[in-house]
């Protein structure tokens, strides 16, 4: 499943302006902080509308400026994964995955909940509520609410900022468990070196509202132990 992605949009006096296009897998956005990565998605979403552009996902179009589409958010299908977890906090994990699950369209492709919490490690939390949750425990939970959604594509944005190594070291096991069993485009936002190659299938590195390089990591990040392109 392809994704492709193009905006141009003035944000005061920062300019967005890229185009990009990914296979399956993870595509991450790297770049320094400021750099567009989560007006991207954004755009992506349907909550940045930009002055033009296009967002086509496996072959639906989400956004076609020069053609007048432009799909509501609500209809784009699309899974959203914030840097906090986000979850209901008077419901319950089981609850709050199965919230997901209520906005899926019947002619999605459904992801079961066992599945769901045998991939991502979270059957034994299913009966706790959010504020019993370790962070490292919280983003799975999330992930695992906007993947019963039925999206078109699954956008995580910085889901291990602000969680230290231990932590980071306990999720990263379940997304590549994501990368390599769920067949869906995911856009990833880091500006984390080690992250983005250990994770990203494809790399977009942007710089200032630009695309600077997009490719496989080794190409646009260069040989393991080359200088940080961010340094």
Known sequence: MTLAVAARHRLGAFELD??????????????????GKTSVIRVVAGLLRPADGRVVVGGTTLLDRPAGIDVPTHRRR?????????????????????????????????????RMVDLLGIGHLLARRPATLSGGEAPRVAIGRAL??????????????????TRQD??????????????????????VEDEVRRLATTVVRLEAGRVVAAGPVARTLGPLGAPSPLA
């Open 18 to 35: 890229i185009a990009f296009e990914a296979g399956p897998g993870i595509t991450a956005l790297f770049g320094p902080s400021g750099s």
């Open 78 to 114: 699309v899974g959203y994964v914030f840097q906090d977890a986000r979850l209901f906090p008077h419901l319950s994990v089981r609850t709050n995955l199965l919230f997901g699950r209520w906005f899926a369209p019947r002619t999605a492709r459904q992801e079961s909940l066992d």
């Open 148 to 165: 019963l959604s039925g999206p078109r594509i699954l956008l995580l944005d910085e889901p291990l900022s602000g969680l230290d190594r």
């Open 170 to 191: 306990e999720i990263m096991p379940y997304l590549e468990r994501l990368r390599d069993e769920v067949r869906l485009p995911m856009l990833y936002v880091s500006h």
